[in-house]
């Protein structure tokens, strides 16, 4: 009886924490929006996004249940539809793959990655005849799964994570534990290469930038159709995606990098962010702000440090920075989504009732119940 009663009264108490707005927090920057300690099975966690564009092609999720949870960073381009599609539908083709097995692994993981493009590009087919573009429309995808002490971490394209570990005389290292799919890196340009030995223009230098068939600099996503199969090929009215042949096999693709680590004593936070953050911040830098500054609001804190220097970059200060308005602002920096999420050890393999089950979408000031509810009993 009592920890029924218990358990009604945090999800209560979960819920009206939820419920309050906290964009705007004591920042004074419109355009920034956060949560800043929250509860998960395994610890705590910090998240916020800052929008820089007319729309916000940042997408992100924080989903906790009673023993895992989820994060998801969505980073879109061409416009918000790829990376809104994956927040409304891989947690969800997660949880019924790990239904159907009765598991979690990588193959789990990969299934739900692939269930997703497949149904975007779908969407892709019955939209494109109102809307030709969406064929242009891609994501980048990056997971986070911890359950039952275990990490998973899929990553398609160039979002990032990083884990901070603590050394052997307490100081805190970064690791980093994805690999970017950017044609600005070589390794990408030699796979790209060996998967297409016939095509000498699979990759090429336009204005000292590398771009897959001169045409992207992402490499793996959901999305980018017209990359993907012959069938959604643009107008060639349109040159800005114009193939000068027909595509043969696809030229990028949704294969998610995948890796498995069982989180040690040591592993003390990960940060999950979008490039817009790792394009003004190394990794060094970032672990070391989470360790040394207080928990509450420190995803948000490391947006802030980011908007400082994408600012200095322009001579400018954060001050004046944040006076201007959507649109503009992405002359000065990108959208950027941190999720930082804490592992607490001693809760780490317990189930905690007081980590509610709960769904919380990037720059959405309501959360819902999470899917997570799915495998109750599995
Ligand atoms: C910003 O948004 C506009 C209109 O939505 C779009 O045309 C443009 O490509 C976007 N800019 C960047 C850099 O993403
Ligand atoms: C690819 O990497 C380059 C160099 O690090 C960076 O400037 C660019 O923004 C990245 N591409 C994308 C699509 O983020």
């Given amino acids: 009886m009592f920890s029924w009663l218990a358990k009604i009264a945090a999800a209560f108490l ?20 956060s949560r800043d300690l929250v509860r998960h099975a395994a610890g705590e966690y910090s998240f916020a996004v800052v929008q820089a564009n007319e729309s916000l092609e940042d997408h992100s999720q924080v989903e906790t249940g009673r023993d895992a949870t989820f994060v998801g960073v969505y980073d879109g381009h061409g416009g918000p539809d790829a990376s809104r599609f994956i927040a409304d539908h891989l947690f969800l083709n997660l949880m019924r793959s790990v239904r159907e097995s009765g598991t979690i692994s990588e193959d789990v993981v990969r299934n739900a990655f692939s269930a997703t493009e497949d149904a975007f590009l779908a969407h892709v087919r019955r939209t494109r005849e109102i809307k030709p573009l969406i064929a242009a429309v891609g994501s980048c ?20 994570a990083v ?20 044609a600005s890196m070589e390794y990408v340009r030699r796979e790209l290469m060996t998967l297409h030995p016939d095509d000498s223009h699979i990759v090429v230098l336009k204005h000292g930038v590398w771009r897959i068939k001169g045409l992207i600099q992402v490499s793996r996503s959901i999305g980018d159709a017209y990359l993907k199969r012959p069938e959604f090929t643009i107008d060639p009215s349109i040159p800005r995606f114009h193939l000068p042949e027909s595509l043969k096999r696809p030229v990028l693709t949704a294969e998610p990098s995948i890796c498995k ?28 702000i989470v360790q040394n500054c207080p928990r509450p609001g420190i995803a948000r804190r ?31 920096h990108d959208d950027i989504t941190v999720a930082v999420i804490f592992i607490d050890h001693e809760h780490l393999l317990g189930s905690d009732s007081a980590a509610p089950q ?11 119940p999470s899917e997570f509810s799915m495998l109750d009993g599995v």
Avoid at 359 to 366: E, K, L, T, Y
Wanted: hydrophobic content about 40%.
């Fill in 14 to 33: 979960g819920l009206r924490h939820y419920a309050r707005m906290s964009r705007d927090e004591g920042d004074g920057d419109a355009l920034l929006w």
């Fill in 141 to 160: 995808c990056l997971v986070g799964i911890i359950w039952k002490g275990t990490l998973y971490i899929a990553n398609l394209g160039d979002s990032r």
């Fill in 163 to 182: 884990i901070g570990c603590l050394g052997r005389s307490n100081n805190i290292i970064a690791e980093q534990l994805t690999k970017e799919h950017n």
């Fill in 261 to 288: 680590r069982v989180l040690r004593p040591q592993d003390r936070f990960l940060i999950f962010a979008s490039d817009g953050l790792w394009e003004h911040l190394t990794n060094q830098e970032a672990v070391e």
């Fill in 302 to 332: 490391l947006v802030r440090t980011a908007l400082h220097v994408a600012a200095r970059k322009r001579e400018m200060r954060y001050g004046d920075l944040k006076k201007i308005g959507k649109g503009i602002r992405r002359f000065f």
């Fill in 358 to 368: 709960l769904s919380v979408r990037g720059f959405v000031d309501a959360a819902g």
